[in-house]
């Protein structure tokens, strides 16, 4: 068997037939691709960056640790802090602080099944997430509502972006596993519905309105998910014994660059500019080149 450090392994690689899954489900599930010692190494990671143990800082950063004594407030964490309890955890440019995070998201089989589904001949890093779901608890503080992810990038010249969501193990129904509307990638109104946080009563009524398919992604640990940036997406409750943990990474084709429309994003804080003054989609140091390595 061809090891999975070879992008060139065919069996690992989406095939004709999963592209044109891809394109008319909007996602896909890989088979295993990602090796234990690799997840091993990023749930440490994990435990790092929860304890603001980084290795890097981001120019927007509040105060890196030695800074404390003067009374500032790091803000290397992006999204959730330990006051804010036991909630979903979302936290953004985790990759570019640890480098365990890092050597996840750069594993090059990831970036080759993306390049593969999209088409595209190079592509760069977006951004990341990394996420913890907490076991049930009360209302709906787990959930992650219904959303498009092309809706939060509409600075974006492109529309052929697309996410690889990696979990750290197992992932069941009942653990929080996130679902996809089947074909909604197709659907021709996405940026005319505010999908931004629709909230879960809302689903069963699109669903019936255009006879469309809620599909659970359940994944065993070292597979991957993918899925188009218009496929609508959400997930419930964790439900399970321990919290879903994973990895977000979004992907850009390498010719993505700024429009002047929609919707800030951070990136055009992080990037650099141009030479007209606009976001620079391209900065090395925020949006790495992941395909080809």
Not at 25 to 48: K, N, Q
Not at 53 to 65: N, Q
Not at 97 to 123: D, F, M, N, Q, T
Not at 198 to 217: C, G, M, Y
């Amino acid at each position: 068997m061809a090891s999975r450090d070879d992008v060139q392994a065919e069996e690992y690689l989406p095939s004709d037939e999963d592209i044109s899954f891809y394109d008319k489900h909007g996602y896909w599930v890989s088979p295993v691709i990602i090796p234990d010692a690799i997840l091993a190494v990023a749930e440490r990671g994990m435990t790092r960056f929860y304890a603001d143990d980084v290795d890097e800082h981001l120019a927007l950063d509040g105060a890196p640790p030695t800074s404390r004594a003067l009374g500032l407030k790091p803000y290397s964490h992006w999204g959730w802090r330990p006051e804010d309890g036991n909630v979903m955890r979302k936290n953004d440019y985790a990759t570019l602080r640890v480098r365990e995070l890092a050597e996840l998201a750069r594993y090059p089989l990831i970036a080759a099944c993306a390049a593969r589904l999209s088409g595209a001949a190079s592509l760069r890093l977006w951004h990341d997430q990394l996420l913890y779901k907490p076991t049930d608890t009360e209302g709906d503080a787990g959930n992650v509502a219904w959303h498009t992810d092309r809706y939060f990038w509409q600075t974006c010249s492109s529309e052929n972006m697309l996410t690889a969501w990696i979990p750290f193990a197992d992932v069941r129904r009942s653990d929080g596993a996130m679902s996809m509307v089947d074909g909604s990638n197709r659907w021709t109104d996405q940026l005319q519905i505010k999908w931004e946080s629709a909230p879960f009563s809302v689903i069963n009524a699109v669903l019936a309105e255009r006879d469309a398919t809620l599909v659970p992604i359940e994944l065993r640990r070292g597979q991957v998910s993918f899925h188009h940036c218009k496929t609508l997406h959400g997930s419930g409750p964790n439900l399970g014994a321990n919290p879903r943990r994973s990895l977000v990474v979004h992907f850009q084709p390498s010719d993505n660059e700024y429009v002047e429309r929609g919707r800030y994003h951070p990136n055009d804080d992080l990037v650099s500019k141009t030479g007209s003054g606009y976001p620079d989609y391209s900065d090395p140091h925020i949006c790495p080149e992941l395909f080809p390595v």
